[in-house]
């Protein structure tokens, strides 16, 4: 389960002198939309900016600058694992980029576009094997290595600084290894690459297990929860699969721990929404109108309402 590159979509960031030519094509009242790549080299790290778009229904993508993370990456990884995080609002100021294969997370500030620096675990933190996934809110950010089996947490500082905390275990029922997180309020949900699932309480910043961890329904079909994404309500998490056809799992969230999932076959002729093979991401329009779930095996992406 491999990928090159991780992505993500950002709003009205602030433009650097380097950038603002191609910025002006956007017309003052739009905010403009930025699509940024963790490169994941294995000599160099880069993430990359991209301008998306300058008209509306534009799907093109115009390349700005990289910004060189000084770590390195491992050329691939479990494909749930979200290698950039930031807080999703149009006036973040930070984005960081996990070097899996130098075992940091590099900080960068979205205004100057500027590296601020490396940030490790503890020595017992390592992602090497398949990546380092991350989530955040406000005060603390959360990366999960897939080597380790570890959950580090962060604290968010001044300046897009990161101060370490401390670090838990966790352990998969059916061996496997740490995939997606995603976070909401006070819960933090976290997916296994051996199709387990597990959720955490955040109020007091460090995961504690709300004990419930369980094999997702797909898991008798060997069908394997890999990305999370949690609705803005913080009701439902929802989860994409390693798997056959394209199949999507919902647990209700509602009682602060995972209910046993509901899976949708949605690529069964029955309920065809197109030709994809495995839904190993799964992510909410911002809108939450539509699901977004790409088809890593035959190269599609699908929509479901």
């Known amino acids: 389960m491999k990928k090159l590159c991780t992505l993500l979509l950002i709003l009205g960031i602030g433009i650097s002198p380097a950038t603002s030519h191609a910025a002006n094509k956007v ?4 905010s403009p939309i930025y699509v940024i790549t963790n490169d994941d080299g294995t000599q160099h790290t880069y993430a990359s900016f991209y301008l998306a778009g300058g008209t509306q229904g534009d799907p ?29 609002e149009s006036n973040a100021q930070c984005i960081y980029v996990s070097d899996a294969g130098s075992e940091d997370i590099a900080s960068i500030n979205l205004q100057t576009q500027q590296l601020v620096g490396r940030f490790n675990g503890s020595s017992n933190d390592a992602g090497s094997s398949n990546g380092i996934g991350m989530a955040m809110n406000q005060n603390y950010l959360y990366a999960g290595y897939t080597l380790s089996n570890t959950i580090a947490t962060f604290s968010v500082g001044a300046g897009c600084t990161l101060t370490f905390l401390a670090d838990i275990t966790v352990t998969p029922l059916n061996g496997g290894y740490i995939a997606g997180m995603a976070l909401n309020g006070n819960i933090l949900v976290v997916t296994y690459i051996d199709g387990s699932i597990q959720s955490f309480n955040i109020a007091n910043g460090i995961p504690v297990s709300n004990n419930d961890e369980q094999n997702a329904a797909g898991f008798s079909q060997a069908f394997f929860a890999d990305s999370v994404d949690i609705t803005q309500d913080g009701h439902f998490a929802i989860f ?9 799992e919902v ?17 069964l002729p029955t309920n065809s929404i197109g030709p994809g093979v495995s839904s190993t991401n799964a992510r909410l329009s911002p809108d939450e109108s539509l699901l977004y779930i790409s088809n890593t095996t035959n190269g599609y992406v699908s929509a479901a309402f």
């Not at 994409?240 to 999507?248: E, K, N």
């Open 27 to 30: 017309k003052p009242s739009d």
């Open 60 to 88: 093109t993508l115009t390349y700005q600058q990289s910004i060189n993370t000084l770590g390195l990456g491992i050329g691939g990884g479990f494909f749930g694992t979200s290698r950039l995080a930031m807080l999703p």
């Open 240 to 248: 994409g699969d390693a798997a056959i056809t394209t199949v999507v």
């Open 251 to 267: 647990s209700d969230l509602s009682s602060g721990k995972l209910a046993p999932t509901v899976m949708y076959l949605l690529g």
